[in-house]
């Protein structure tokens, strides 16, 4: 049976919307039971059946794909330049500026743009945007803050056995990327099931990784490309190289050859300034920097063994430990070794041994940090041992400044990226210290207490602002420190300047003095070592002769020495006399009893040298040394007159009293 419910309407209400009221229930239908079929039924439990008359839906979620935003900026020195040309570059710069004047609407396009720079230039003069009417005040806030930070993150190894953070590196474009480098640094400590894995964190998500790089030997170096921060550089433990794109995944993109790499850890691996953006080079422990281009890692484009006796022998190389390369020097470059000697090398040199320009004998242990001042490229930071020690290149043979030794072993160190006098140590006992030697260079502004463990690396961001230190279990602690810190201070620079000119010049005059003490001493020693080859040897008879004339020379020296002596003493007394007498004026009185005694006593002396004097040789012959006298002890025992005896006879260091001594005991 069909149910049919017809109803109708208007042809004008076709299209409108609907409006629906309530009414009553009211009965369409009522189908009576049919008895027939009640055979066709199976009595069963009472169950409760829910019955859904809805359509069924189903659920789909969709997602697009999400939109990375970059921020991008241009550096405009002397002029916004295209992204391929490099600034520093001399020949690139003039190179363009010739193709540019060449072209036709470059007269239109300066006419134009000179009209406006007018306007700008007169608009600046009128009024200063940038003045700070309020910059005192928050000077004094500053100043009156005391140092400090505060930990912010803390990113630990997800793997169950802990490696060591050997390396950080920050993203070049934003600083909310940290890569870094885990491996196992201990001598045969690492296990079968130790991961080889590193990562790159996501500070916004720091429970997770957001991306697990795979190499195929543990990482001790790590870096991002300056020009693509898509493009990450590692150095291997067993000395290869490899590079990451991250678009790709987490594999590496190529690795080097084992054939050609290095032998030992690849401990430094750093990106050069270059048009394409694509070379580097490393540095290894087994005494060789290589170069590379990422393109081709099949072999390195070139070698440079560090042998500092210039010969380019392997087994006589330094063991690298740290490089450092400023991009504003792009054909220099420092190396930090094991043996304490940073080494400054010249890439352009024409023969490898005139590559190394030089040598900084700096610690008495491994160079673990070598870091150029980001304000002052002449002066770099070398941290070994148990001190930290600020270098200027023009003083080579001392540090012009340095931190006290510590207890605890150093292990890294780092400058500040604002403040030129501001930088960052970490210890083997957890310790982070933070030195201001503007302020303070017997102990550090700020000391902190990271964790138990020694601190094995340290990394600070572009801001200056966020500092990482890793840890040898793999914890990595991101602190950010007070604005006093970060913050550049009023005439700091000139401060800073001045600071290391002076500490400069001072190691200047020391090394000049010293310089000049070497050479005088290698003078003496040289002329003695004359002396020695143009005596001949004499015989004992000879020997003898020269010691008994050299010991009857002093003797006569001595006896005339008494004798001048004797009548200044005279000379006085009789002054003396000729003083009172006149005071006096012509008052007679007899001399005291003492004095005339005094005067036979002197003229007793007087008359008792006179005969001795032939006895003991002193005569007028010339060219004939006297005969030795038979009585010598007489007229040496002569008795001492008053102002003998408190004057000492001065030591005679030309007579040779081991012959003396045998001429006593002859005569």
Not at 108 to 132: F, K, P, S, W
Request: glycine content about 6%; aromatic content about 8%; charged content about 25%.
């Amino acid at each position: 049976m069909e149910i049919v419910h017809i109803y109708t309407r208007r042809r004008s209400d076709f299209g409108r919307p609907c409006y629906f009221s309530d009414r009553p229930a009211e009965v369409c239908v009522d189908i009576q039971p049919d008895p027939s079929l009640a055979e066709a039924f199976v009595l069963r439990c009472p169950v409760d059946t829910p019955v859904q008359h809805g359509s069924e839906m189903s659920e789909h979620e969709v997602n697009t794909e999400r939109v990375e935003v970059e921020t991008r900026g241009v550096n405009h020195v002397e002029g916004g330049w295209p992204k391929d040309i490099n600034p520093q570059e001399m020949e690139q710069m003039a190179r363009f500026r010739k193709k540019v004047e060449k072209e036709e609407n470059y007269i239109n396009t300066i006419v134009h743009l000179g009209t406006l720079m007018e306007h700008c230039v007169r608009q600046n003069n009128a009024i200063d945007i940038y003045e700070e009417y309020f910059g005192e005040e928050e000077e004094a806030e500053m100043e009156d803050e005391s140092p400090s930070a505060k930990t912010i993150n803390v990113i630990r190894d997800p793997n169950i056995t802990k490696r060591t953070a050997a390396h950080l590196s920050w993203h070049p474009d934003r600083c909310k990327k940290l890569a870094v480098a885990y491996s196992c640094l201990e001598f045969q400590q690492s296990t079968e099931d130790m991961s080889l894995d590193s990562y790159i964190w996501d500070l916004e998500n720091p429970n997770k990784p957001q991306l697990v790089l795979k190499p195929s030997s543990p990482l001790v170096s790590l870096e991002y490309n300056p020009k693509d921060a898509h493009i990450l550089v590692g150095g291997c433990y067993n000395g290869q190289l490899a590079y990451w794109d991250t678009r790709k995944g987490g594999l590496p993109a190529e690795v080097s050859t084992v054939e050609a790499s290095h032998r030992d850890p690849a401990y430094g691996a750093i990106w050069l300034q270059s048009k394409t953006g694509t070379e580097c080079f490393s540095a290894s422990t087994d005494g060789q920097v290589l170069w590379w281009d990422i393109r081709k890692l099949s072999e390195p484009t070139e070698t440079l063994v560090l042998d500092i006796t210039r010969q380019g022998l392997l087994e006589n190389a330094l063991g690298a430990i740290t490089l450092e390369f400023e991009p504003t020097m792009p054909t220099k470059f420092m190396v930090g070794t094991e043996q304490g000697i940073v080494i400054t090398c010249n890439r352009k040199a024409k023969t490898p041994p005139e590559k190394i320009a030089g040598t900084y004998s700096s610690h008495h242990g491994p160079v673990y940090a070598l870091t150029r001042n980001p304000l002052y490229p002449k002066i770099f930071l070398t941290v070994g041992d148990w001190t930290a020690r600020i270098w200027s290149e023009e003083a080579k043979e001392s540090s012009i400044m340095w931190t006290k030794y510590h207890l605890s072993y150093l292990t890294a160190g780092c400058w500040s990226t604002v403040r030129p006098a501001v930088f960052f140590t970490t210890k083997m006992d957890g310790t982070l210290d933070v030195w201001d030697f503007l302020f303070k260079q017997n102990d550090p502004s700020l000391s902190l207490k990271i964790c138990d463990e020694p601190l094995s690396s340290l990394r600070l961001q572009d801001n200056g602002c966020i500092v990482g230190c890793g840890s040898k279990l793999g914890t990595v602690t991101l602190l950010e420190i007070s604005s006093g810190l970060c913050t550049l201070q009023r005439n700091e620079k000139n401060l800073a300047n001045a600071m290391f000119e002076r500490e400069t010049k001072r190691e200047k005059i020391l090394e000049a003095r010293h310089r000049e003490m070497r050479l005088k001493e290698r003078a003496r020693s040289e002329g003695q070592d004359a002396e020695t080859e143009e005596i001949p040897e004499e015989s004992p008879q000879e020997a003898l002769d020269r010691a008994q004339k050299e010991f009857f020379e002093v003797i006569e020296a001595e006896l005339q020495r008494r004798a001048r002596a004797e009548a200044r003493h005279l000379d006085g007394k009789v002054k003396k006399q000729a003083g009172e007498e006149a005071v006096v004026q012509g008052e007679e009185s007899e001399l005291p009893k003492y004095e005339e005694e005094s005067e036979e006593k002197d003229a007793a002396k007087v008359s008792s040298l006179q005969p001795h004097a032939p006895l003991l040789g002193v005569s007028a012959s010339v060219g004939q040394p006297p005969d030795p006298p038979p009585a010598l002890p007489t007229g040496v025992a002569a008795e001492p007159g008053p102002e003998d005896r408190t004057e000492t006879a001065e030591p005679c260091t030309d007579a040779p009293w081991p012959f003396a001594l045998p001429i006593l005991f002859f005569l």
